[in-house]
């Protein structure tokens, strides 16, 4: 770096720093860093993946299509980043043998379907509302990739109250429930797609929208 870009860039950081703005802050980050985060787990390129929802009980007579809906929107957002180098089983094929048989592991499931390895989302507690007045998601889950062959965890990522939106809840005069439902599934299925490819390292701190 030249003498004069030294500057030009300390200049910028210094007057960063004296505004004291956050977005200012966060676009030195991008220029010095970059915007995309690594993949938590990178091993599911060139495999043939099954991905399982499982949900309780409860959850199954609340939001009864949440693990068919989650599960198969995870599997769109993988295979628009992927594409041809990953070999997803269709949604509807696992959905099938999953309602004509008992099972109760993820392994299980997709040694059925004869994939290579199953990304399993345990679904522990789901609420979409805070209050008589307010939707917002909130979700216990742990995601985990198994090898169907070896029974084999290669990764385990559980995630404790994740909330959607995040800072605040979101009046119920301004969404449907149905529509509701299906932004924060939506989002709540790419938080667990992008542990899977480099995703916005800062997305988290950008401000909640109540367009889903």
């Known amino acids: 770096m030249n003498r004069r870009n030294f500057l030009v860039g300390t200049g910028a950081a210094t007057t960063i720093m004296m505004s004291g703005c956050q977005s200012a802050l966060f676009s030195l980050m991008y220029m010095i860093k970059g915007n995309d985060k690594p993949a938590e787990y990178d091993g599911l390129k060139n495999k043939k993946v099954a991905i399982v929802c499982r949900r309780p009980t409860d959850i199954q007579y609340n939001y009864g299509d949440i693990d068919f809906d989650m599960a198969s929107r995870v599997g769109m957002m993988l295979k628009s980043y992927y594409k041809k180098e990953i070999n997803l089983v269709g949604p509807s094929v696992v959905r099938t043998w999953a309602d004509q048989n ?56 559980p995630f404790s109250r994740l909330q959607y939106p995040r800072d605040r809840g979101l009046p119920k005069t301004e969404k449907t429930d149905r529509d509701f439902y299906e932004g924060c599934v939506t989002q709540m299925s790419k938080k667990i797609a992008e542990l899977f490819y480099p995703s916005d390292r800062y997305q988290d701190f950008s401000p909640d929208s109540a367009d889903m």
């Open 102 to 157: 008992t099972w109760y592991e993820f392994v299980e499931v997709g040694s059925a379907v004869h994939a290579e390895v199953v990304l399993g989302i345990d679904l522990e507690s789901v609420s979409m509302s805070e209050g008589p007045t307010l939707h917002r998601g909130t979700f216990d889950m742990t995601v985990t990739v198994t090898d169907c062959k070896t029974e084999e965890v290669l990764f385990r990522r």
